[in-house]
């Protein structure tokens, strides 16, 4: 499974994308509506930026903000890690183990054409993954 190409394993159907002047309100709206914890922000057709339920509740809810006035430009992360179909599903497991991510855009020339999260890991195989990794780091 971890030498599949990401191509196979990401998410097409709750892949979604919202322009940068989106409130949050309405990109949390979306990301319900296709019950997935992420949006990509796109402008034209470039990713510019994620933004995860994370950041919700550390970006917006928790300093106070209004998710209503509040622009997913301006609490987004911008120029996010991204990933290639090509690459193997392990390397989107380790990219998402030592980063702390949960959601890596899959970008092909340029242009988001899916995601991958830690959904897509199920969690018996991601702890194995994991497991194994630090193994060989032990005896490194």
Known sequence: MFDLPIRRVMERKKFITTAPDTPVSQAARLMASKDTGAVL??????????FTERDVVFRVIAPGLSPKETLLREVMTS???TLDPTQSYGHALVIMQENGFRHVPVVENGHAIGIISSRNAMDPD????VADQRRREHYR
């Open 41 to 50: 922000v796109v402008e034209g057709d470039q990713l510019i930026g994620i």
């Open 79 to 81: 120029h996010p890690k």
């Open 126 to 129: 991601l702890e194995e993954f």
